[in-house]
């Protein structure tokens, strides 16, 4: 079994994520709503800005002269070097939003010791907002003011719950259309409100579900250290315990097992 890191290690790393989370800002804020952003298409038909490039770039840049031992999984740029200390990277999750001038979108900076996640990083500079958690030190956040410990909520019940489905596409395309009507038919509110910030909400305890399809390790491997140390709970949508299975859901804890208990039902 390979051990923990320690929480001086951890530390360490936290400070790093924290400095690449500001160079990732220093790039793509300047270009949020640039009216020459230029905007490229992938192979998957998903979009990619100059902005998505410089910024993990960037991240990559500072990783290679201060970590050159470890690995780095970027969205733009793929997977390089050891998989025992990794860092994922989504330089701009969101770019729908941030293409088109809608502030949600945000850098999300993650380090996964033997694939799972110690260390997270969640910067939406357009908001002035950032969240960040290491293993066993809490979860935070931060605007001008100082940072503050944040926690999920302490919602018991399915009735009284606030979840985000993030798309009816999603849950469509992945056959699972059925199992979200009777989610909505269940909770107290229902809506989408998109990607990372989704996560954050429910860390702060603003919302108590979060599931989504179709998403790879760089979509969700930042949130899952700001959840858990928020006293969430994040897995797969049928409960597995792991970053790789294209799905997720994540819950303020308490009613994890409900939630499954009502999706697989």
């Known amino acids: ?53 410089a910024t993990e770039r960037a991240i990559r840049a500072i990783l290679a002269t201060e970590r050159p031992d470890d ?37 999300m900076i993650a380090l996964a010791v033997d694939g799972v996640p110690q260390v997270g990083v969640v910067s939406m500079p357009a908001l002035g907002r ?24 302490a919602v018991s019940s399915l009735d009284d719950a606030s979840v985000s489905f993030q798309s009816i596409t999603q849950w469509a395309d992945s056959g699972h259309l059925d199992q979200l009507v009777t989610l909505a038919d269940r909770v107290w509110r229902d809506r989408a409100y998109g990607d990372i910030y989704a996560y954050m909400l429910l860390a702060e305890g603003r919302i108590d ?11 969700v491997a930042a949130a899952v250290p700001i959840v ?27 009613l994890h097992d409900a939630f499954l208990e009502l999706l697989h039902d």
Do not use: C
């Open 130 to 153: 950032r969240w960040w958690a290491a293993a066993g030190t809490g979860a935070w956040t931060a605007t001008d003011a100082e940072p503050r410990r944040i926690r999920t909520s």
């Open 71 to 107: 690995g780095i999984f970027g969205e733009e740029f793929g997977a390089e070097g050891s998989t025992h200390r990794q860092w994922i990277i989504d330089p701009i999750d969101g770019t729908a939003n941030f293409l088109r001038g809608v502030p949600l979108w945000g850098t």
């Open 1 to 53: 079994m390979t051990a923990s890191p320690s929480a001086d290690r951890l530390s360490l790393d936290l400070a790093l994520a924290l400095r690449l989370a500001d160079a990732a800002d220093a790039q793509s804020l300047p270009r949020f709503d640039s009216p020459d952003l230029e905007v490229s298409t992938k192979a998957d038909r998903s979009h990619v800005t100059d902005a998505d490039l």
């Open 209 to 219: 579900m979060v599931a989504e399809f179709g998403v790879k390790e760089y979509d």
């Open 228 to 254: 858990r140390e928020a006293g969430g709970r994040m897995t797969g949508f049928d409960g597995t315990e792991t970053i790789s299975d294209l799905s997720t859901l994540a819950t303020n804890g308490i």
